[in-house]
């Protein structure tokens, strides 16, 4: 029997040396994101981006979604690199908790950013996601969230370049698919 092709809603955009919003979510939204997980997903992601020359400007992991902010050379890598990091992170945790053949990971969701503004505005909206999931409080507990790479750049830059880049491009500006609702 013959069945349609699945086609990602909405469709992916590809878009070479452009910069790339990603979000992906556990299946039904599954708090699989342990820290040794976590962890684990940053090793892979590291490893096929290098692979695919795909640059990290930000990431956030929180236990059932993970975001990140990159730029690519060659936009038909993008879903090349998540199928390796997602094939390989799935048979090696289904594995490991002897439940073979579950589905992990939901497909991923991408945004091509625009300008400078819509740039800062996902770069604070990710850096914020793990505040905004209460995997910490406030700002100083995020500097030692490792699952994000809001320290990273607070390292760099520190603390008045960090509330510079909040204050000129604020998160309240953007708006998440996950936060509209349907009707």
């Given at each position: 029997?013959?069945?349609?092709?699945?086609i990602h809603?909405?469709?992916?955009?590809?878009?070479?040396?452009a910069?790339?919003f990603?979000?992906?979510?556990?299946?039904e939204?599954q708090p699989?994101?342990t820290d040794e997980?976590?962890?684990?997903?940053?090793?892979i992601?590291?490893?096929?981006?290098?692979?695919f020359?795909?640059?990290?400007?930000?990431y956030a992991?929180v236990d059932?979604?993970?975001?990140?902010l990159?730029?690519?050379k060659v936009?038909k890598?993008?879903?090349?690199?998540?199928?390796?990091i997602h094939?390989?992170?799935s048979h090696k945790w289904?594995k490991?908790?002897?439940?073979?053949?579950r589905?992990?990971f939901q497909?991923y969701w991408?945004?091509c950013?625009?300008?400078?503004k819509?740039f800062?505005?996902?770069?604070?909206?990710?850096?914020i996601?793990?505040?905004?999931?209460?995997l910490v409080?406030d700002?100083e507990e995020?500097k030692?969230?490792?699952?994000c790479s809001y320290?990273?750049?607070?390292?760099?830059n520190?603390?008045?370049?960090?509330?510079?880049c909040?204050e000129?491009?604020?998160v309240s500006?953007y708006?998440?698919?996950g936060?509209?609702?349907k009707i």
């Open positions: 029997m013959n069945y349609p092709l699945k809603q909405p469709p992916h955009v590809f878009v070479d040396n910069i790339y990603i979000s992906v979510h556990t299946y939204d699989l994101f997980r976590k962890k684990e997903l940053l090793q992601i590291n490893k096929y981006f290098n692979n020359s795909l640059g990290i400007f930000a992991i059932n979604h993970y975001h990140l990159f730029k690519v936009a890598d993008i879903s090349e690199a998540f199928k390796m094939g390989s992170l289904n490991d908790d002897n439940l073979e053949g589905t992990i497909n991408d945004y950013i625009g300008d400078d819509d800062w505005t996902h770069f604070n909206y990710i850096h996601n793990p505040v905004k999931h209460g409080k700002f995020l030692s969230y490792k699952f320290f990273k750049w607070f390292e760099k520190g603390e008045k370049w960090m509330s510079e909040f000129n491009n604020p500006d708006i998440a698919p936060d509209l609702i």
